[in-house]
Structures are given as structure tokens and as C-alpha cells.
């Protein structure tokens, strides 16, 4: 199973808001290792969304936004669109693996 | 921009050796890590291992005895190998380079399957 936790899927109609959260612990996110969201479209490799907790790389729309507290961090999509949906996976740095952790995964449907 | 193709069998037996070829175009491999991650069909992401151009290595303690990731400066290339593969190891392989922690760019991956 995988180190960050994320809920399986999330749903929203056009335009609404959705959060995804990201939950490590004191040795991943709680321990001041930057957080980093990436978006996968189907049959596609995974394209970096978010990097450092909280910038957009050049070309990201600033709809996507992301955070981090303590041990958790949050993607939010706001005012959702059909190319959005996809599998999002949040992805930090383990001090005890002394390697790279993901999320579980979180396939947003837009409805 | 900087772009990575993955290249190698895409079927291999049971018990055999895996290869995998990561071909970097765009810009040296100097000064940078570098990473395997793999994605069994319908599953999430894990972490293999990385390499930094030098060739120090870092590896997932539970592929660690099986998996070996080198450098070749002269081809601009990094290379996998995972040994004495089962089903289980039937995934999709990406390779990505490593900038502060991010994983940007990736390349496309390929699929490789263990079946005999």
C-alpha cells in the first residue's frame, strides 16, 4: 500500500470546486519534505501539476492551486472542467525509505 | 526541451532479467538525478530507484536486491535492470529526472509484461 494516503475518487459538476488530500506522516510531509502533484490523463505518463507544496509550473492553469500543513497537503481544482478529469497523485521524499513516496491516487470524474 | 524515451523488450519470462533503456535528448545528463518508477496495470506509482549522473545509486529497500539502475554519459542513457521477475513485477516503467525532489519531465513509459 502506498505511504501518502489519498481518497480513491472525487466527483464535481463543471465549475464546482474539488480538494484532494494527501496524508503522510512524521517522516514524509511532516518532515518539512516538499509535496508535489501530478495529473494523468488515460494511457498517459504523469505530468507535473504542482511543485514545492504550492507553484504552478509554467503552462499549469491557475485553477489548480496547492498547500500543505503539517502533515497532510491539498490539491484544489476550481471551477472544474471536462478535460479535468483524470487521476491526480501527490508524491513527497521518505526519510525512512530514503527515497520517493506517492499517493494512492485520486480519479476526479467530472459529472 | 528536455525529453526521455524508454526503450527495451516489452515481454519477458519468468525468472529472467528485465533491461530497460531511458534515452535523454534535449540536454545532458550531467548535474542531474535520475529515476525509474513503475505502474502495474490499473495501480498507483512506486519509486524503484535513482541514480545521480556520477553514478551513485539509491534504491527501494523492497527491489533493492533485484534492481540495478546505471549511468552512460556517452549515450546520454539510463538503464535498468530488474533480475528474477514474476508476475508481479508486469508493469508499466517510466523514467524521469529528478529536479529538488520533482519528478519533471517524464518520459511516456512502456509496458512491460512477465509471462512465459
Known amino acids: 500500500q502506498s505511504v501518502l494516503t489519498q481518497p480513491p475518487s472525487l466527483s464535481g459538476a463543471p465549475g464546482q470546486r474539488v480538494t484532494i488530500s494527501c496524508t503522510g506522516s512524521s517522516s514524509n510531509i511532516g518532515a518539512a519534505y516538499d509535496v508535489h502533484w501530478y495529473q494523468q490523463l488515460p494511457g498517459t505518463a504523469p505530468k507535473l501539476l504542482i511543485y514545492?507544496?504550492?507553484n504552478r509550473p509554467s503552462g499549469v492553469p491557475d485553477r489548480f492551486s496547492g498547500s500543505k500543513s503539517g502533515t497532510s497537503a491539498s490539491l484544489a481544482i476550481a471551477g472544474l472542467q471536462a478535460e479535468d478529469e483524470a487521476y491526480y497523485y501527490c508524491q513527497s521524499f521518505d526519510s525512512r525509505l530514503s527515497g520517493y513516496v506517492f499517493g494512492s491516487g485520486t480519479k476526479v470524474t467530472v459529472l | 526541451q528536455v525529453q526521455l524515451q524508454e526503450s527495451g523488450p516489452g515481454l519477458v519470462k519468468p525468472s529472467e532479467t528485465l533491461s530497460l533503456t531511458c534515452t535523454v535528448s534535449?540536454?545532458?545528463?550531467?548535474?542531474?538525478?535520475w529515476t525509474w518508477i513503475r505502474q502495474p496495470p490499473g495501480k498507483g506509482l512506486e519509486w524503484i530507484g535513482d541514480?545521480?549522473?556520477?553514478?551513485?545509486?539509491n534504491y527501494n529497500p523492497s527491489l533493492k536486491s533485484r534492481v540495478t539502475i546505471l549511468v552512460d554519459m556517452s549515450k546520454n542513457q539510463i538503464s535498468l535492470k530488474v533480475r528474477s521477475v514474476t508476475a508481479a513485477d508486469t508493469a508499466v516503467y517510466f523514467c524521469a529526472r529528478v529536479l529538488q525532489g520533482r519528478l519533471d519531465p517524464w518520459g511516456q513509459g512502456t509496458l512491460v509484461t512477465v509471462s512465459s
Open positions: 534535449g540536454d545532458s545528463i550531467s548535474g542531474y538525478y
Open positions: 514545492g507544496n504550492s
Open positions: 541514480i545521480y549522473y556520477s553514478g551513485s545509486t
